[in-house]
């Protein structure tokens, strides 16, 4: 079993590592989860994105958080990526696959992945 | 929706949208019944609410006109010879308000769809909501898979749920349940 001791030991690893944090995170990734996200696909690509974190360590400069239903139903799943003094990035169809781009490109890189935006999106 | 999980998942939202604190996801299996309830302390339905709640053109939100959840969960239960009921206590009615769904699905009905990642689906709601006291329990017949946020908050103090670390512990901590009693 998943012992608790190792719960214990990720608690202290964790208690260093948020002390020292300046903020929440300059970088904040949000993905839709109402029905219309879920029934697209969602789930994986929230799972995917919380893993690319933790593997990758980005969790002292990005917060993966979920949202509902922001309107635009048949581009689901829909992820917005808000930076600090950045225009909002919306990334719409989105898969797990995809995320390994954002997360490379656009988190680590700082260059959005045009291709996958709903300004490249056909309307 | 391809995985009952799924629908697990989006019921259990809108427990979350109703602003429960506390929120209850019990699965029970026996050979032939999956029994899902989820049960809530948030704001409650109306009678009124109550009422359209399987019509596909009702929704509380103001985003879009169609509200699926509850059709969508209706369509598949009942595809399998089950059904959806669900109570509900409004908050102007009484301080006890709250949410009960209960869904039962035949499992052997050639129409039922699989459980799928069940673990996902709790991740996803503690990573959500991490400060929502969740209590997940799966009955089977060999075996239960449980988990109670509460019982981790007490560990953990003040570190929040949603931390990918902590995530990546109660998924491992989830799926070794789950493995238990295949």
Known sequence: MKSLEELLAIKAKMQDKVAVRTSSGDIRVVVGMATCGIAAGARPVLNAFVEAVSKEELGDRVTVTQTGCIGICQYEPVVEVYEKDKEKVTYVNMTAERVKDVVEKHIKGGKPVTEYTIGAAKL | ?182
């Open chain 2, 1 to 182: 929706m391809d995985e009952l999980s799924l629908y697990v998942l989006d019921i259990t939202m809108n427990s979350v949208r109703a602003g429960a604190d506390t929120i209850h996801v019990t699965l029970t299996e026996d050979d032939e019944t999956l029994c899902l309830n989820v049960r809530d302390n948030g704001c409650g339905m109306s009678r009124e609410q109550l009422q359209r709640l399987r019509d596909p053109f009702f929704t509380t939100r103001k985003t879009r006109k169609v509200g699926l959840g509850i059709p969508f969960l209706s369509m598949l239960a009942e595809m399998t010879g089950g059904s959806v009921h669900v109570s509900s206590v409004p908050q102007s009615e009484s301080e006890q308000h709250g949410t009960d769904v209960v869904a039962t699905f035949g499992k052997t009905h050639i129409d039922c769809i699989p459980l799928g990642d069940m673990v996902s689906t709790f991740t996803t709601l503690i990573q959500g909501s991490p400060d929502i006291h969740f209590i997940f329990t799966h009955k089977t017949l060999r075996g239960t898979v449980a988990l109670d946020t509460d019982e981790l908050h007490s560990i953990l103090g003040d570190l929040s749920l949603a931390e990918p670390e902590i995530l990546q512990w109660i998924d491992g901590h989830l799926r070794e349940q789950y493995e238990a009693i295949k």
